[in-house]
């Protein structure tokens, strides 16, 4: 099936960092969205982006859709410990209203 | 607004037996739902994509007759789980679909942790 490669895997930074975590697939999406899961919960929807090149903010994070339409990058300025938890691009593709995720980031921050 | 609820939150049975459980769109009106599974530090897996008053559609490898799908409502789609057995105990997570910019922003519950004994 489709598939998204999201990296990377893992990060563990200091509190006041700045993150950056992207996705990247061969084929071309529609929409990406970005979510964040914290342990034993759904995923919170934090940024939605629908076309090529949009750079959009939510305070302290920041996501671009790719112009190629096939990658996005999510950045968090500033990192503070509540922004742990595993996050997750879902690319959307063309003509369908399915979501492929990624395999997550999972962010850990010390303070 | 976007808000989605699930119920029951967690649910313990034993094997064999059936455990439904329900998604709601709160403050809209859902053209899609659509349920997921998760299984312990994996990411999500789409199982089925239901829309109102029709049959749901199955990924590959989704028995439909083991999980079953009803989408009573424009607010309301539920999952059974038939004859439940220990492998089937996950992490099941719904979201509701909004139709913006002519795609489907997915807003998702928080999920039923199914254990099977």
């Known amino acids: 099936g489709q598939q998204l490669n999201q990296s990377p895997q893992s990060m563990f930074i200091q509190e006041g960092e700045d993150v950056s975590m992207n996705c990247t697939s061969s084929s071309i999406f529609n929409t990406w969205l970005w979510y964040k899961q914290e342990p034993g919960e759904g995923p919170v929807l934090l940024i939605a982006l629908y076309k090529a090149g949009e750079l959009t903010s939510n305070g302290r994070l920041t996501a671009q859709f790719g112009i190629t339409r096939k990658d996005s990058f999510l950045n968090i300025s500033a990192s503070i410990p509540s922004d742990v938890g595993i996050y997750f691009c879902?690319?959307?593709?063309?003509?369908?209203?399915?979501?492929?995720f990624g395999a997550g980031t999972i962010l850990r921050v010390k303070s | 607004g976007a808000v989605v609820s699930q119920h029951p939150s967690r649910v313990i049975c034993k094997s064999g037996t059936s455990v439904k459980i329900e998604c709601r769109s709160l403050d809209f009106q859902a053209t899609t739902m659509f349920w997921y599974r998760q299984f312990p530090k994996q990411s999500l897996m789409l199982m089925a994509t239901?829309?109102?008053?029709?049959?749901?559609?199955?990924e590959q490898g989704v028995e439909k007759d083991k999980f079953l799908i009803n989408h009573a409502s424009l607010t309301l789609s539920t999952l059974t789980v038939t004859s439940a057995h220990p492998e089937d105990s996950s992490f099941y997570i719904c979201s509701a679909g909004i139709r913006d910019r002519g795609t489907d922003t997915q807003y998702f519950g928080p999920g039923t942790r199914l254990t099977v004994l």
């Open positions: 239901s829309n109102e008053g029709s049959k749901a559609t199955y």
């Open positions: 879902a690319g959307q593709l063309v003509g369908g209203n399915k979501l492929v």
